[in-house]
């Protein structure tokens, strides 16, 4: 199993821009599929950005298509979500996930099995 550890999360007024990343233990990162899910006050954890092991593909919700951006540097054991023009609705806490060893990344909270603590992100004026 892989151990998550988010960072990077804030406070950032609407249009502004956030990285957060997500540091893995072990050597094996560059086998797992990445994903970064969301939970805002009161609501369901939400999908936002996955990547699959190669970094080749990425997946992203339809709220965020366009503005986030998920990466990963394998070498460093880390995945990456570029946030830009942010928007009031995007504040949650953010959870960076790993996903099943060769496996694709897909939308759903049950096809991964690490979860780290989750990163603040608060966007206000």
């Known amino acids: 199993q892989v151990q998550l550890v988010e960072s990077g999360g804030g406070l950032v007024q609407p249009g502004g821009s956030l990285r957060l990343s997500c540091a893995a233990s072990?050597?094996?990162?560059?086998?797992?599929?990445m994903g970064w899910f969301r939970q805002a006050p009161g609501k369901e954890r939400e999908f936002v950005a996955a990547?699959?092991?190669?970094?080749?593909?990425?997946y992203y919700a339809d709220s965020v298509k366009g503005r986030f951006t998920i990466s990963r540097d394998n070498a460093k054991s880390t995945v990456y979500l570029q946030m830009n023009s942010l928007k009031t609705q995007d504040t949650a806490v953010y959870y960076c996930?790993?996903?099943?060893?060769?496996?694709?990344?897909?939308?759903?909270?049950?096809?991964?099995?690490?979860w780290g603590q989750g990163t603040q992100v608060t966007v206000s004026s």
């Open positions: 990547i699959n092991w190669t970094g080749r593909n990425t």
């Open positions: 996930a790993a996903g099943r060893k060769y496996y694709s990344a897909g939308p759903n909270s049950w096809e991964y099995d690490d």
């Open positions: 072990g050597r094996t990162f560059g086998t797992y599929p």
